[in-house]
């Protein structure tokens, strides 16, 4: 069996990744959170599928839940506090997104398997990690230095850079993604600067209204669908070790570039004029102040040459979450 383990797991991401994971019969798949996971949509199956507890800023928490499987293929390590809530509280964010990804990091790589083969570890990262003046000046490229604005994407940087260090030394065969803003999350808002990305369809969709914090229709976000993000995380558990240099482990996962003028021309399309009176503007100049330093184009080299797709537009995308909301009717 390929063991799978997933922090994070009651979140947005990790359930869905889980799905995906377990459409193959020879992967098992360990989700945890703080508390325990619910049985992520889709899952018919759970005979492969172990749901545990753990607060990964507790040291016991950590050892037995590396201790639950003699040997990992791979390690997602999706835990953590988002954007805004690493803004209002950065000494969190430090246990959470430091300490705690740091203190499983040494955790996995002293959990030694018979054959000696490590776990891939993929590290989500963020967009995040960029900022101005890059972001503002071109498209971000592979040699586009990280220089974040705020909390969240210093920490999620503070923990690349000590993966490439680990993985340098060989202590660890790790990728971190950067990952886009993942467009549409379904259930409640994220304490991100970007929720209101997934909220101007989602709310509307369920005839709810939904405060847009940013007045310029020209502003630029890059933002990809589930669909693609998980399709994208099983490739890169899949990557060969070598697909980059040992020392440079973070690759910016692809999105598409839309403008809210963009978004609001696809809402049209795709849910309808009437709703439009749903969205309402209301400048928040915190959240502004983050979305406008995240990347406003990118040309996605490394992950190209890694083999990760694409979505292809904002259409699309808005498409296939309403058409989720179908299939969950039927
Ligand atoms: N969703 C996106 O658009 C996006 C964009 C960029 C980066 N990311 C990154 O991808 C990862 C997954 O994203 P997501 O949207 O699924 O996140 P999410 O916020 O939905 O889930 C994160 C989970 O971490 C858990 N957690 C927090 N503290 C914990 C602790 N002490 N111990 C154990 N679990 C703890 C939370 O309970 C939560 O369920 C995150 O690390 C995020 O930073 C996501």
Redesign the pocket.
């Given at each position: 069996m390929n063991n799978i383990l997933i922090?994070?797991g009651?979140?947005?991401?990790?359930p869905m990744l889980a799905a995906k994971l377990l459409k193959d019969p020879s992967n098992s798949v360990v989700l945890?959170?703080?508390q325990t996971p619910p049985q992520p949509n889709g899952v018919a199956d759970t005979a492969n599928l172990e749901r545990v507890a753990?607060?990964?800023?507790m040291t016991g928490d950590i050892e037995r839940l590396v201790l639950m499987r003699p040997k990992w293929r791979a390690v997602f390590i999706?835990?953590?506090?988002?954007s805004q809530g690493c803004e209002e509280n950065p000494a969190l964010s430090t246990k959470?997104n430091l300490e705690?990804t740091q203190a499983l990091l040494t955790a996995v790589s002293q959990h030694k398997s018979n054959d000696n083969q490590k776990p891939r570890i993929v590290y989500?990262?963020?967009?995040a990690v960029y900022g101005p003046p890059y972001t503002t000046g071109g498209p971000i490229t592979d040699d586009t230095p990280g220089t974040p604005v705020g909390v969240y994407g210093t920490h999620?940087l503070i923990m690349e850079a000590h993966i490439n260090d680990l993985n340098r030394r060989g202590i660890i065969d790790a990728f971190s993604v950067r990952?886009?803003?993942?467009v549409v999350?379904p259930g409640a808002p994220?304490r991100?600067a970007?929720a209101f990305l997934s909220g101007m369809v989602r709310e509307p969709m369920a005839g709810l209204e939904c405060i847009v914090p940013i007045e310029d229709r020209a502003a630029r976000q890059v933002i990809c669908s589930p669909r693609v993000m998980i399709e994208n995380f099983v490739r890169v558990m899949q990557a060969p070790s070598d697909a980059m240099p040992a020392h440079v482990r973070a690759v910016y996962m692809p999105g598409i570039s839309v403008t809210v003028g963009d978004m609001y021309d696809a809402f049209v399309k795709v849910c309808g004029k009437d709703k439009l009176e749903l969205l309402r503007t209301e400048r928040d100049p915190e959240a502004e102040r983050l979305l406008n330093s995240w990347p406003q184009t990118a040309d996605f080299g490394n992950a190209r040459r890694l083999g990760l797709g694409c979505d292809d537009t904002c259409v699309q995308i808005y498409q296939e979450y309403v058409d989720s909301l179908t299939e969950l009717k039927l």
């Open positions: 922090t994070g009651a979140g947005f991401l990790g945890t959170d703080l753990s607060n990964l800023t999706f835990h953590g506090i988002m959470v705690a989500a990262s963020t967009q999620k990952l886009p803003t993942v999350r994220s991100s970007a």
